[in-house]
T-cell receptor, first 110, second 113 residues
Framework: NAGVTQTPKFRILKIGQSMTLQCTQD?????MYWYRQDPGMGLKLIYY???????DKGEVPNGYNVSRSTTEDFPLRLELAAPSQTSVYFC?????????FGPGTRLTVL | RKEVEQDPGPFNVPEGATVAFNCTYS??????FFWYRQDCRKEPKLLMS???SGNEDGRFTAQLNRASQYISLLIRDSKLSDSATYLC??????????????FGTGTQLKVEL
């Protein structure tokens, strides 16, 4: 199993551009999550999904959107990139407890 | 008050030392508890779950104290390869049966020769 995979690994965006961060898991986990991690600030939950077709907001959802059309995929969309969205983004999945993380996407908005 | 609090460190210890980290949480309804390890510029990796009865995995021992709302991680015989940031995490059940993990900001450990 590849586990949780994320693409791209790095990206630089200009203010106002949009992009989609991809996340795929091959463990047949129902639950998937998106976090952002800023230096010294810990991980913050952006959005989560309890199954295909079901998504909900986490602590810091503003400026982001998600969809969950399949069990495997949980893309994160940034519509109008802002410098405050410069961060490392981690996708995670779980069967129940104990989440497993992807390698992350480092995003810089200039 | 933060939901999950940890001493950021760094803890600088010599190889072979025993080191302990504590983590406190504010929500008494928290249900599950974990320690994660995060290497520099890498993703968090699950180290171990934490149970009230205490659990041990090799040189690592984790303990939960529900009454005082803290969890601990003890590392014996520290190795250079143990150098990393250790994140504690607690979960609350969320709608639909998943769980919301809340992380501490992490404690940095540096093991030195």
């Amino acid at each position: 199993n590849a586990g949780v995979t994320q693409t791209p690994k790095f990206r630089i965006l200009k203010i106002g551009q949009s992009m989609t961060l991809q996340c795929t898991q091959d463990m047949n986990h129902n639950y998937m999550y998106w976090y952002r991690q800023d230096p010294g600030m810990g991980l913050k939950l952006i959005y989560y999904s309890v199954g295909a077709g079901i998504t909900d907001k986490g602590e810091v959802p503003n400026g982001y959107n998600v969809s969950r059309s399949t069990t495997e995929d949980f893309p994160l969309r940034l519509e109008l990139a802002a410098p405050s969205q410069t961060s490392v983004y981690f996708c995670a999945s779980s069967l129940r407890d104990g989440q497993f993380f992807g390698p992350g996407t480092r995003l810089t908005v200039l | 008050r933060k939901e999950v609090e940890q001493d950021p460190g760094p803890f600088n210890v010599p190889e072979g030392a025993t080191v302990a980290f504590n983590c406190t949480y504010s929500n008494s309804a928290s249900q599950s508890f974990f320690w994660y390890r995060q290497d520099c510029r890498k993703e968090p990796k699950l180290l171990m779950s934490v149970y009230s009865s205490g659990n041990e995995d090799g040189r690592f021992t984790a303990q939960l104290n529900r009454a005082s709302q803290y969890i601990s991680l003890l590392i014996r015989d520290s190795k250079l390869s143990d150098s990393a940031t250790y994140l504690c995490a607690v979960t609350l059940l969320i709608t639909g049966g998943g769980n919301k993990l809340t992380f501490g900001t992490g404690t940095q450990l540096k093991v030195e020769l």
